[in-house]
């Protein structure tokens, strides 16, 4: 018999929130395989079982938050057997993403569902590409009936071949999902009608990451004293050398060039022009920061969350370009490490790709300020006293008066126009 423990999976990480157990008391665990899902702050992650064997107790329930090192779970010894064959005496669908947290109980009867009612890929044997490529767990087999995904398609990139969340998401991400199999219908079902109050309002639980932005959010408000003002930026050198290179650099770097980078290199050389902006309150003491850790806010299926750039003012263009890519893209597969989210010194969100014009952002704390760039948009603008046709955007910035007052959030907006207007970033690409 083992003990299975809340993990430390970062050095700032002190405790963990269960959110989902895969797997149910009596089920047969290889190594590796799934075992629960995980929320730290603001990472949601699997957690895979160290040993093969018996998921014999679980001894916290969905939704405890407890401490790292914490006993969760046992597990028995086997024969080994469940190490090298799939896990398939786990239930076939797990509870919804959006379902209150309930405490782990014997296994429920099967409850048919649109995506198990069509026979699905999922189902089939899949080409042998490790030693652990044949282990399921049940989330991945939701999600690939759910998007109708071959996993004969897909090489696994977890330990041994396992095929991961991580794997299914990127797929479909990629446009690979199969069109729906015109397989027969095992039986006729119909999804069960969302939770429906008097007057047509449909009741949805507050999920854990809303929780934890909401008073994230809310304490921000009530411990500083936000101001916020703007710039308008004439962005058209920077669209244009896009616009030249945007086919190159794709093809040469596997993913497209926005303008976050661009905007994310002037605002670091700003801010170690204007360290005041990098500051934060610490007890009665102001810590001035000569050195950049850039937060990105990335928006993705469950919310918000800002993965941390590590040493923005030591990158260039494309240095900063690939680490905004990384960070992003395991954001919204959620294979972030807890330490990613945090140590950030500034903050840039970006609301630009879905139409917003211009934005108050709040300011994440303990950070001074917060820079916002929205929609990179044609106008009519004047350009030595003549009427031209350019593309601008506004540079918007919530800051703390605590820290930083009006003349000093002017002059640093003022140098990240200077900088996204006049630099010449076809060097720093390399193109």
């Not at 006293?385 to 640093?412: P, T």
Request: charged letters at 20%; hydrophobic letters at 45%.
């Amino acid at each position: 018999m083992s003990s299975v423990k809340m993990p430390q999976l970062g050095e700032t990480v002190i405790e963990g929130t269960i959110l989902k157990w895969l797997k149910q008391e009596g089920d047969d665990v290889a190594i590796d395989e799934p075992l629960f899902e995980i929320s730290t702050d603001k990472v949601d992650t699997e957690v895979p079982a160290s040993e093969a064997g018996v998921l014999t107790k679980i001894l916290v329930p969905e939704g405890s938050t407890v401490a790292v090192g914490t006993e969760v779970a046992e597990i028995s010894g086997s024969d080994g057997a469940s190490a090298s064959t799939p896990a398939e005496s786990a239930p076939a669908e797990s509870a919804p993403a959006q379902t209150a947290p309930a405490a782990p109980s014997a296994q429920a009867p099967q409850v048919s569902t649109p995506s198990q009612a069509i026979a699905t890929p999922a189902d089939t044997a899949l080409p042998d590409r490790g030693p652990r490529s044949q282990i399921l767990s049940p989330l991945v087999r939701k999600l690939a009936a759910e998007q109708n995904v071959d996993l004969s398609q897909i090489a696994g990139t977890g330990s041994g071949g396992r095929i991961t969340k991580g794997d299914i998401e990127a797929f479909v991400a990629a446009g690979g999902a199969a069109r729906a199999a015109a397989a027969p219908v095992a039986r006729a079902t119909s999804a069960p009608a969302p939770a429906v109050a008097a007057g047509g309002e449909e009741l949805v639980p507050l999920s854990h990451i809303r929780k934890l932005i909401g008073e994230h959010m809310k304490a921000s408000l009530e411990v500083s004293a936000r101001a916020w003002n703007a710039v308008e930026v004439n962005m058209e050198n920077v669209a244009r050398l896009r616009e030249r290179h945007k086919e190159a650099f794709k093809a040469r770097e596997g993913f497209t060039l926005t303008y976050m980078p661009f905007v994310t290199r002037a605002v670091t050389e700003a801010l170690i022009a204007f360290p005041m902006v990098n500051s934060e309150i610490r007890g009665d003491q102001i810590v001035v920061k000569h050195y950049v850790n850039m937060g990105i806010a990335v928006s993705y299926d469950e919310g918000l969350i800002v993965p941390v750039v590590k040493g923005c003012d030591t990158m260039n263009l494309l240095g900063i370009a690939r680490a905004i890519n990384d960070v992003a893209t395991r954001a919204r597969a959620k294979k972030l490490m807890p330490d990613e989210v945090h140590q950030g010194t500034f903050t840039i969100t970006n609301p630009g790709p879905f139409g917003s014009i211009i934005s108050v952002p709040i300011i994440n704390q303990p950070q001074s300020a917060i820079l916002a760039f929205d929609t990179v948009e044609k106008r009519v603008v004047v350009v030595d006293d003549a009427i031209a046709i350019r593309h601008m955007v506004f540079v918007s910035m919530s800051w703390d008066h605590r820290l930083i007052d009006g003349a000093l959030a002017s002059q640093f907006l003022s140098r990240v126009k200077q900088n996204l207007e006049t630099w010449d970033f076809a060097e720093d690409l390399a193109l």
